[in-house]
């Protein structure tokens, strides 16, 4: 089996545990997914089997989420599954919200969570956490494309939001620094992935719904498909070349791109990396 899956995580469940269901039912040990979610969280979680794991730095990384956040709690998680550490009895407005917003569009820096899988001195985050021990944690640069209100209700003091962000961006670290910009203090209560770079959240697949080798077969998406690089269709001669790594000199002027997809009968054959008329293997897959 060769390809991707767009799999839909189920909350209670992690990464892993979906990677490791798949396992049992393809019996192929080569699968990978693209980007960790919560446990807590559920949505979209590509998957990628076979040889496509070789094609993971390749995929577009950026996010997209819907989060529900309670203001007027902070946990040590920085969502639902934490213990409360600060608490407060104000009532945040909706013109107060929107105006906090504003300053988590764009490029920011974000504190990770102090329970995050990051590793400082070969150690994860968490790890440090579970033993007590605290450890300086370096800020981190990402990108909030788009941070708007679904909804708010006032009563409840929770409001959902849809972020569109950049990869490695902490949508807890954003529940607990809006709440502590409004000075109410707030957890992640929900999240849901809706996207992970090509893959949307409307053709995502149940894990329930794939429990047979047959039905994954069916369902895996050829890597091609959400490739966004040129494509070259090689000859046979040049199919013979790229077989055994060789590069491909081609005649004529190739588009300004970081890589280019080599495909043969309109499959994937390699990835290569053009260099003036020449077009170099990185990874082969004939």
Do not use: W
Not at 147 to 163: G, N, R, T
Not at 181 to 197: D, E, F, N, P, S
Not at 209 to 231: G, R, T
């Amino acid at each position: 089996m060769f390809g991707f899956l767009n799999v839909y995580k189920p909350s209670a469940m992690t990464s892993h545990d979906v990677v490791a269901v798949l396992r049992r039912v393809i019996k192929i040990k080569q699968i990978g997914h693209t980007g960790t979610l919560d446990p807590f969280a559920e949505g979209v979680l590509p998957v990628c089997i076979g040889k496509a794991t070789r094609l993971i730095e390749y995929l577009p990384d950026d996010k997209a989420y819907s989060g529900t956040i309670q203001l007027g709690k902070s946990t040590t998680t920085y969502d639902i599954e934490g213990e409360g550490v600060n608490f407060s009895d104000k009532k945040a407005r909706l013109e107060e919200i929107e105006e906090a917003l504003k300053s988590f569009r764009g490029e920011i820096e974000q504190l990770p969570p102090v329970y995050s899988a990051i590793k400082v001195k070969g150690k994860k985050l968490y790890e440090y956490a579970r033993e007590g021990k605290e450890v300086e944690i370096t800020p981190r640069r990402v990108t909030i494309a788009r941070l708007e209100i679904i909804d708010f209700d006032f009563e409840k003091q929770q409001v959902s939001l849809h972020i569109e962000c950049s990869k490695g961006t902490y949508i807890r670290s954003i529940a607990n620094d809006i709440g502590e910009k409004l000075g109410t203090y707030g957890h992640l209560v929900k999240l849901v992935r809706t996207k992970a770079g090509e893959f949307g959240i409307d053709e995502a697949l149940k894990l329930d719904s794939l429990d047979s080798a047959e039905k994954v077969q069916a369902n895996l998406i050829p890597p091609e498909e959400k490739l966004h690089f040129p494509v070259y269709e090689l000859n046979d001669e040049e199919r013979k070349k790229v077989s055994n790594g060789m590069p491909v000199r081609v005649n004529r002027p190739l588009p300004e791109s970081s890589f280019v997809t080599l495909t043969c009968n309109h499959k994937l054959a390699a990835i290569a990396k053009p260099d003036k008329q020449l077009l170099k293997c990185e990874k082969v897959f004939i």
